[in-house]
């Protein structure tokens, strides 16, 4: 704590170190100044980004519409900030009276004055970097919440910290997870009427979900809800979550969930509904993903993949609506939600709107979690259609994969990540980064739990013969890949269907920001930052990042003029999963890009870089070895070394020398960097298998290459 705080009050001091600093006191005003009556009023205050979704609606339109479809081509860089990590950008800004506060990967904080980009102070929570290991979805953070001259920020390794907004002297540190155990923050924290909340991450890895309140000024617990229940013989938590669980909650579970934690962590979407004061809470998916492993296939494992409703005062249980009971495919409901009103049977009626990973869009009556409407907004093969009587999704039972493989659509990817969608009530559209993302799932028969390391209880296949076209492993593999794709989507929430929708090759697209202008913002991971019209989609206006964008942009004003913000870096859980032709060697820094209409400001570009060749060897391995390789390098390695934010395993010079690979594998030399030692989970000599496949494979797709 003390470095920390050093840290900041040198870099006040030492302006070689900040970049032209500016003093907060220039800023002429209380800085940080977010309060419950400027949270309620904030649609009337389009200058600033008070909070995530910039009002507690989270619907992330602006109305300002000095910037708009007829002049949106001159639109010109103001100003950029480099970050110092490349790793995944995914953060929203939040943009107080002329002051933006900040936080990149790695959990840093910056605050800026929002005109210039000049800093005002930086912060650096020093996490482990040993911890990214835990970090199902690459170190990423989205972003921090100010309230009354505080700001608040999630960190990696489980704590929650307040910040001074005038100098970002740290406050108060407080852990908010066990941390002996693999949990992750990676959400942004929001804040109601005194009390910061915030969830967690972990599921895959094995943890039981929860959110907690904090009091704002000590950092003090007032409430924490549980999302699963605990071993039973271990009795009630002393938690709000207590209640609701010995009623009827606890009795949807079977097995012995708990000794994976369970899930249903709360890693991304919390709204505070102030018309109703309740707060909407979107809880993620089991663990392990698979029902059969998980609660021997009984049971609606509740709230799982659930919209959660809670006193925000006591986080006393309000009302669920669940999306899949018995949820089987990392089908979370953590994906934005939305505030609005809707005529129903022609009743002015307030809903919650999500667009989650499952492929339906849902309505739902924020007064008692009623279903309102439910359609798909994407493809999908898992359910015939959502029951209106019961709200309960009428399944396809192939697609539970409990007898034989299925290729199921969505994947776990979802239809709909984390990437924020925007809705304007402009044009009454919702506009959501879809996704395509077949996979083929079968039951891990052989299932071995790994403590601390991905649970899923699935095996992920190259489809079977007779389940996709292709006479071989290669054409089904290509199916697939041609089958994947990603939208950006304009759909019509009372419709319920879509008005207009632009398609890519690839499926994972950025975070949308729509405007009074009459636009819609998107960065795509080719680095562009586009502008497109709100009614039709026609594209605008489009801008080279060179850095992946995976974030969603926002729109504030500083003393008349209009400015677009947008966080760059790639990265994420598709960042670390999966290779691009535009994304073949190591992303560079993330960046902060900044524009208003005739801005005149540059950057440097990156110079070319071709990507590292192949590792190649002279050894030869037996096809025993390639085959104990293959599984652990499907078991252990492709989450995180299969796209390009993590050293390409295929092209590093490490595979060739048995001996660094040892050392880095088993020994642990890079734990600083978040390359864990993996001797808790195999043998040396199993490690060596998997250099021996990397190696094979390696030579595999070089070949491939010469021949194209």
Avoid at 403 to 424: D, I, K, N, Q
Wanted: net charge negative.
């Amino acid at each position: 704590m003390i470095a920390r705080k050093l840290l900041v009050l040198a870099g006040l001091a030492a302006t070689s170190l900040l970049a032209a600093c500016t003093d907060a006191s220039d800023m002429g005003h209380d800085m940080g100044n977010v309060t419950q009556e400027r949270l309620l009023a904030a649609d009337d205050d389009p200058d600033n980004w008070l909070s995530h979704g910039r009002t507690w609606n989270e619907d992330r339109f602006s109305p300002l519409d000095q910037i708009n479809a007829e002049n949106v081509d001159r639109l010109g860089l103001a100003y950029t900030v480099e970050f110092d990590t490349n790793r995944g950008q995914e953060a929203t800004p939040i943009v107080v009276d002329g002051v933006m506060y900040v936080s990149t990967a790695w959990d840093k904080v910056l605050a800026l004055n929002a005109a210039t980009g000049e800093v005002l102070w930086r912060y650096d929570a020093e996490v482990d970097g040993a911890h990214g290991a835990y970090a199902c979805c690459d170190v990423v953070n989205r972003g921090v919440a100010v309230w009354e001259g505080k700001v608040f920020i999630g960190t990696l390794d489980g704590r929650l910290i307040a910040l001074d907004a005038a100098t970002g002297e740290e406050l108060w540190d407080v852990v908010t997870v066990d941390q002996s155990q693999p949990y992750t923050i990676t959400g942004a924290p929001r804040v109601v009427r005194d009390k910061v909340i915030i969830g967690n991450s972990g599921a895959e890895l094995g943890v039981r979900g929860y959110v907690s309140a904090y009091d704002t000024d000590s950092g003090d617990l007032v409430w924490r809800f549980y999302t699963v229940p605990g071993n039973p013989a271990d009795g009630p938590d002393g938690a709000a979550s207590d209640a609701v669980f010995a009623q009827f909650a606890g009795d949807t579970w079977h097995g012995q969930w708990w000794e994976l934690g369970g899930g249903g962590t709360v890693w991304d979407s919390i709204v505070y509904d102030a018309e109703l004061d309740q707060l909407l809470v979107g809880v993620g998916n089991g663990s392990p993903w698979n029902y059969r492993v998980r609660s021997n296939g009984q049971g609606d494992n509740l709230f799982l993949t659930s919209i959660l409703a809670l006193d925000p005062d006591t986080g006393a249980y309000k009302w669920h609506y669940q999306e899949n009971p018995g949820e089987t495919w990392d089908y979370t409901a953590t994906q934005q939600m939305t505030l609005t009103h809707m005529q129903v049977h022609g009743e002015d009626v307030p809903v919650v709107m999500q667009a989650p990973k499952n492929g339906f869009f849902y309505i739902v009556d924020r007064r008692d979690g009623s279903l309102v409407s439910a359609e798909p907004y994407a493809r999908q093969n898992w359910a015939e259609r959502i029951d209106m009587e019961t709200g309960r999704p009428v399944e396809l039972p192939a697609a539970r994969f409990a007898h034989a493989p299925y290729l199921v659509t969505p994947s776990g990817l979802g239809a709909h990540a984390f990437h924020p969608m925007s809705y304007s009530p402009q044009t009454g559209l919702v506009y959501i980064p879809a996704m395509q993302t077949p996979s083929a799932y079968e039951d891990n028969a052989g299932y071995t739990r790994h403590i601390g390391r991905w649970n899923t209880g699935v095996n992920f296949l190259t489809p079977p013969a007779g389940l996709v076209p292709g006479d071989t492993p290669e054409a089904r593999r290509a199916y697939v890949t041609a089958n994947t794709k990603g939208y950006l989507l304009a759909w019509d929430p009372v419709a319920q269907q879509a008005r207009w929708s632009i398609e890519r090759d690839w499926p994972w697209n950025g975070g949308t920001l729509a405007t009074g202008g009459n636009l819609v913002f998107q960065g795509l991971p080719d680095g562009t930052f586009n502008a497109y019209n709100a009614e039709d989609g026609t594209p605008l206006w489009s801008f080279q990042t060179e850095r992946g964008i995976v974030a969603g942009g926002i729109s504030y004003a500083v003393d008349g003029v209009q400015y677009v913000a947008i966080m760059a870096g790639y990265g994420g859980s598709m960042g670390m999963a999966s290779q691009s032709d535009w994304m073949r060697r190591p992303p560079p820094n993330g960046m902060l890009f900044v524009f208003r209409l005739d801005g005149d400001a540059s950057y440097t570009p990156l110079p070319p870089q071709e990507p590292a060749p192949y590792a190649s060897t002279d050894e030869t391995f037996d096809a025993a070895t390639l085959a104990t390789g293959q599984a652990n390098w499907f078991a252990f390695c492709t989450i995180c070394h299969n796209g390009p934010v993590n050293p390409n395993l295929l092209r590093s010079p490490v595979a060739t020398d048995a001996n660094a690979w040892k050392a880095v594998v088993i020994d642990g030399i890079l734990a600083d960097r978040g390359m864990i030692s993996f001797a808790p989970w195999m043998s040396a000599g199993d490690a060596e298998a998997i250099r021996a496949y990397v190696l094979s494979e390696a030579a595999r797709r070089a070949a491939e290459e010469e021949r194209e």
